[in-house]
């Protein structure tokens, strides 16, 4: 599950760094995570207090004088060589993934100023955004096919999300979630899966133009989908959006 709440005592700590040899997983502060990928030639700009970070990161095992863990190390080449990115929006938290053919980093923010970096083989991918969108068995909505202006769509989804000043633009659709994976090509090509999940069931939103589809889909739909989406991303298909 994706989470922005802040799950450390006194606010945000200005380093951390926990790292899991047997995993290969590092949960590491904002900052810190900067201070890795600047040390890795990933981040032009260094944070404040680099040496602090990476001292964080020694003390942890995740770096070994100036070079990485092995673990560490692999994730940072995927990022260095990936040949898709992804991103996941669920209400306000952002998880971001690098995308390469033996396997994929992501990085999932698991309090407002923490994250989790992980390496995995490609096929887990889909699995794990299940679980980040906590993905199960809802009804079917028995509304048909809601076409939506863009703009309305906004506001229900604000609305759905706790936004005061959204008024629901449809009363058919109480949103109770939402979330979109956006896989990014280096041709500038894109593929996505976007999900309302309402009190009627899940709705699949596809946009044209400035009208917004949201056609009722099952879990299973859902989650083909982002098999599909990552299966395109091996072999080059399209991947359906619900």
């Not at 201070?35 to 602090?52: M, Y």
């Not at 609305?159 to 939402?178: E, I, Q």
Request: charge should be negative; include cysteine.
């Amino acid at each position: 599950m994706l989470r922005t709440e802040d799950g450390h005592a006194g606010g945000a700590p200005e380093s951390l760094a926990e790292f899991d040899p047997a995993t290969g997983t590092l949960l590491v502060a904002v900052d810190t995570c900067g201070a890795l990928l600047h040390h890795a030639g990933l981040q032009e700009r260094p944070p404040a207090g680099l040496n602090v970070h990476l001292d964080a990161l020694r003390s942890c095992g995740a770096l070994d004088g100036v070079d990485p863990h092995p673990a560490v190390g692999r994730a940072l080449q995927v990022i260095a060589a990936a040949t898709a990115t992804l991103v996941l929006l669920r209400g306000g938290a952002t998880a971001r993934g690098w995308l390469g053919p033996d396997a994929s980093t992501l990085s999932v923010p698991v309090s407002a100023h923490c994250l989790e970096m992980t390496c995995v083989a490609p096929g887990f991918v889909p699995g794990l955004l299940a679980r980040l969108v906590e993905l199960k068995p809802r009804p079917t909505p028995g509304t048909g096919t809601i076409e939506l202006s863009t703009a309305d769509a906004a506001r229900l989804i604000a609305a759905g999300l706790g936004d005061p000043a959204a008024d629901s633009a449809d009363p058919r659709m109480t949103v109770g979630d939402h979330w979109v994976v956006e896989v990014s090509y280096a041709d500038g090509a894109t593929e996505r899966c976007e999900v309302l999940d309402t009190e009627a069931g899940l709705y699949s939103l596809t946009a044209q133009g400035n009208v917004v589809s949201a056609a009722p889909v099952t879990a299973t739909a859902v989650w083909r989908a982002l098999v599909c989406l990552f299966a395109s991303w091996t072999t080059g298909t399209d991947a359906p959006t619900g």
